[in-house]
């Protein structure tokens, strides 16, 4: 069962859902970030293009948050935009009319991921069980968030949960860092890593945009990509 296996009828095919998810694993790497200012989007997008990142999840936990993935949304073709923190199908249908190209959420709610996929949005749920991961393939999934991860085991997780579920994909995020990146992207299945070292809460705070861009390109370097794209 792939991507989108269960899309309402009238919403984007498979095809569409898995040309997404694609994007997200080939960045590799989606930096959490969560903005005080709507004015920070357009510097911070250019620091994370520098840095060679190709993918952002701007999190709902700020009054910014939606306003920030509007002014993000068909900015460059270098960076996929996503938001994070979707918790209703109200907030999904915000991030939606703000142009989120894929969805984030700390766990796996069947209205908020039925909503995602009408709206031709990718979903990628937050999974914490293997009963969480069956309902995701059950609602048509091929991709989850493993969250917390370091605390479910890490790659272990990833790794037993293939077992039962060979074709599930999976980001994993929480204690993701640059010391165990590229061991999670090592690790089959695993779609992307999430993290949020390369975009510090005091850099975003200070408009550091040089320091965000250079942690941006030593993570890209730590994990074999060419920082300049």
Do not use: C, H
């Not at 204690?175 to 779609?191: D, F, I, K, R």
């Amino acid at each position: 069962m792939g991507v989108a296996a269960g899309v309402p009828a009238g919403a984007p095919s498979g095809d569409s859902f898995g040309r997404m998810l694609e994007a997200v694993a080939s960045a590799r790497l989606v930096p959490v970030v969560s903005l005080a200012s709507v004015e920070q989007a357009l510097p911070l997008a250019d620091a994370l293009i520098a840095g060679g990142i190709a993918a952002v999840e701007i999190t709902l936990r700020t009054a910014s948050g939606v306003g920030a993935i509007a002014a993000l949304a068909g900015y460059s073709d270098r960076l996929t935009v996503g938001a994070g923190t979707v918790v209703s199908p109200e907030q999904l249908d915000e991030v939606a009319d703000a142009g989120a190209e894929f969805v984030i959420s700390p766990g796996i709610d069947e209205a908020v991921v039925r909503r995602s996929l009408a709206r031709g949005i990718l979903p990628i749920p937050g999974v914490a069980t293997a009963s969480e991961v069956q309902l995701a393939q059950r609602l048509g999934l091929g991709a989850v968030k493993a969250f917390p991860a370091s605390l479910l085991g890490g790659p272990g997780f990833v790794r037993a949960m293939r077992g039962p579920f060979p074709e599930m994909r999976f980001l994993p995020s929480g204690g993701v860092s640059l010391a165990n990146a590229a061991e999670y992207l090592a690790t089959p299945g695993v779609l992307a890593v999430s993290g949020s070292w390369m975009v510090p809460d005091d850099a975003v705070a200070s408009s550091d945009w040089e320091r965000i861009a250079a942690l941006g390109a030593a993570a890209m370097a730590a994990l074999g990509a060419d920082p300049l794209g």
